[in-house]
């Protein structure tokens, strides 16, 4: 038996060791609530867990799903129930016994379950054209590659040159380069961030990924090979600047793991060194967030307090953010007293994402995170968004929850098998630029969101790799 096969069948047992204790402490000590609920929230990283030591991917959709689901569910019931301040406490738990959580987080487990049951499923690789199957049957072009970047440049400059004049001006000290940057709308209130301007300025990525796979999958037959290299880390720097100066914390930690991703598909990268990187980039972030919630204060002087390690896991964990077992535990119960079932008309609204709002000031929302925070939490100012199980929910009670976590797994093995290869430069670049959207982002926001960022991706991606890649003619002699 192999190391992994070891830890594989490992985790089942601890999992159903702790399933043990959980119903003994219910029957035998009611009253240790703490310890329960804490036990209960293990599970579901623990089925995850198992699902990675059965495949070992690294870069699977599991990895990220459990990244998510260990920082939302286990540590931050850990840290809720034990360490966090009373405030931060009340801000998850909002007063409520332990014992209020018990159901929804149950079924939330059962949800991760049904979840690991679709992915087990066996699926075949979807049937696509030769774009996506092997390098047989094409090649890109340099020529075509230098345009595609080039023109790419250009509208990320253009877009970020537009960003600027719309918000005014950028002043280079922390504070303003950390902050949220957006125009207030004079007559609606509304605050306008100027997506599609952001849209543009993140074709700068498109451009570091074409020409850092070109240079990786074509390396033995480039030229220049110096020029090539200057010319990736100059779209590099530039891809991490533009998340800076727009204060787009996801944008800048995107970079750093698509990267990785490529990378690693390549045998180009270990171990140790992406656990360099990661931490630069994970630190990096940490501070963004920490200065954007102190400026919100006008309080720099409690930035060194806040770079704490401490300090900074409690605002991590502390909020109603990634997976959350409290948020959705909250939205569960509030249903359908606080909200009514909306049997998926809350996943529509992604129609009309492609309106800008300076068009159409009453545009219908497509973040249900303000609906969420004013009904489930009281904080009309304040958005909360539902995550992909509260919103299962929401839309269809538990067979929501159940069957759409089953085919949510359904769909992420089918996305991973047909797109894992690394034989295709295409199919690692959409899978590197779209794992994170299905596996993290759309577990943590909501589906009408995820659609309308995936579109906005595949587009201009779609597009950029239509025109560089070339079928190379069956040889008839």
């Known amino acids: 038996m192999n190391a992994a096969k070891f830890a594989q069948y490992f985790v089942i047992v601890l999992g159903a060791v702790i399933s043990i204790v959980i119903m003994m402490l219910y029957i035998f000590s009611p009253e240790s609530e703490r310890e329960i609920f804490v036990l209960i929230c293990t599970l579901p990283t623990l089925v995850l867990l198992e699902l990675y030591f059965k495949y070992q991917d690294l870069f699977s959709p599991i990895v990220f799903f459990l990244l998510t689901t260990l920082f939302g569910v286990t540590l931050k019931s850990i840290f809720a129930i034990f360490f966090l301040d009373d405030t931060l406490a009340f801000i998850l738990l909002q007063g409520k016994e332990i014992t209020y959580f018990y159901y929804p987080t149950i079924l939330l487990l059962c949800g991760f379950l049904c979840f690991s049951i679709g992915f087990r499923v066996k699926r075949k690789p979807l049937k696509l054209n030769y774009l996506f199957t092997s390098d047989d049957k094409l090649r890109w072009s340099y020529s075509r590659i230098l345009i595609a970047s080039f023109i790419l440049l250009v509208i990320a400059v253009t877009g970020f040159l537009l960003f600027i004049k719309s918000i005014g001006s950028i002043d280079l000290d922390i504070t303003s380069l950390m902050s949220k940057k957006y125009v207030e709308d004079e007559d609606t209130g509304n605050k306008l961030s100027f997506g599609y301007f952001h849209w543009m300025s993140s074709m700068i990525s498109y451009a570091y990924y074409i020409v850092l796979v070109y240079y990786l999958h074509y390396y033995k037959k480039i030229k220049y090979r110096f020029a090539w290299r200057n010319y990736i880390l100059f779209l590099f720097l530039l891809a991490l600047i533009f998340p800076l100066f727009i204060n787009s914390r996801s944008e800048f930690l995107y970079i750093f793991i698509n990267t990785s ?173 779209l794992i994170l959207f299905f596996s993290f982002f759309l577990v943590n926001v909501n589906i009408n969101q995820s659609i309308v960022k995936t579109t906005t991706l595949l587009i201009p991606l779609l597009t950029v790799i239509i025109f560089i890649s070339k079928k190379i003619k069956p040889n008839t002699a």
């Open 261 to 433: 991703i490529i990378l690693y598909r390549y045998d180009k990268v270990n171990i140790f060194k992406l656990a360099i990187g990661f931490s630069f980039a994970l630190s990096f972030f940490m501070i963004m967030t920490i200065q954007r919630s102190v400026t919100r204060t006008n309080n720099l002087d409690n930035l060194s307090q806040q770079m704490e390690i401490g300090v900074a896991l409690q605002g991590i964990l502390g909020r109603r953010s990634l997976l959350g077992v409290f948020k959705t535990a909250h939205i569960i119960n509030g249903i359908p007293d606080k909200l009514e079932y909306r049997y998926g008309a809350t996943m529509t609204g992604w129609v009309t994402a492609g309106i800008p709002r300076t068009m159409w000031k009453n545009k219908p929302i497509i973040a249900n995170g303000a609906i969420i925070g004013e009904k489930i939490f009281g904080t009309p100012t304040s958005g909360v968004p539902s995550g992909l199980f509260g919103e299962l929910y929401w839309n269809f009670g538990i067979l929501g929850i159940l069957i759409g976590g089953y085919l949510y797994g359904i769909f992420l093995k089918t996305f991973y098998v047909t797109f894992k290869s690394k034989a295709n430069p295409n199919a690692i670049i959409i899978y590197s630029t």
